[in-house]
């Protein structure tokens, strides 16, 4: 019985890799937190490095390597998902810059609060630069 239980043991990792990560209302995610595959994928595709994103997102060894692994093992599938979240978060963007269009209009006729211009004007100056920049 005692081997039966080691030889099992060598192949639980691929289980636990793949069984920390379960689909939530929210999509592919990382078991014990809220983020998502699609949360990784963003820097997966820009190539930064594991332990960058690791640390970006307070993951342990484990769960970076689960992550990074399902993607790997269902990378397919979870691109398709990526797209289709980015999609959706584009529509949603423009129907609410719609919605709120006047009502942003409306804000901003409005001068700054006593105490915040030098705030606001720096704010100014980097969405001018940004801006610029593109």
């Known amino acids: 019985m005692g081997a039966d239980l080691d030889s099992s043991a060598m192949v639980r990792p691929k289980t636990d890799h793949q069984s920390a990560i379960i689909r939530t209302e929210r999509g592919l995610t990382i078991v014990g937190t809220r983020i998502t595959l699609y949360d990784v994928m963003d820097y997966v595709l820009a190539e930064y490095p594991s332990k960058f994103i690791q640390g970006l997102f307070e993951l342990t060894e484990n769960q970076i390597d689960a992550a990074l692994t399902y993607i790997e093992a ?32 409306r804000i901003a006729v409005h001068p700054p609060k006593p105490g915040t211009e030098a705030a606001w004007e720096k704010l100014r100056a980097a969405k001018a630069k940004r801006q610029s920049a593109a």
């Not at 990378?75 to 942003?104: F, G, H, T």
């Open 74 to 105: 269902n990378r397919v599938e979870v691109e398709a998902e990526y797209k289709q979240v980015i999609q959706e978060n584009e529509e949603l963007r423009r129907y609410y810059a719609e919605q709120n269009r006047e009502r942003i209009a």
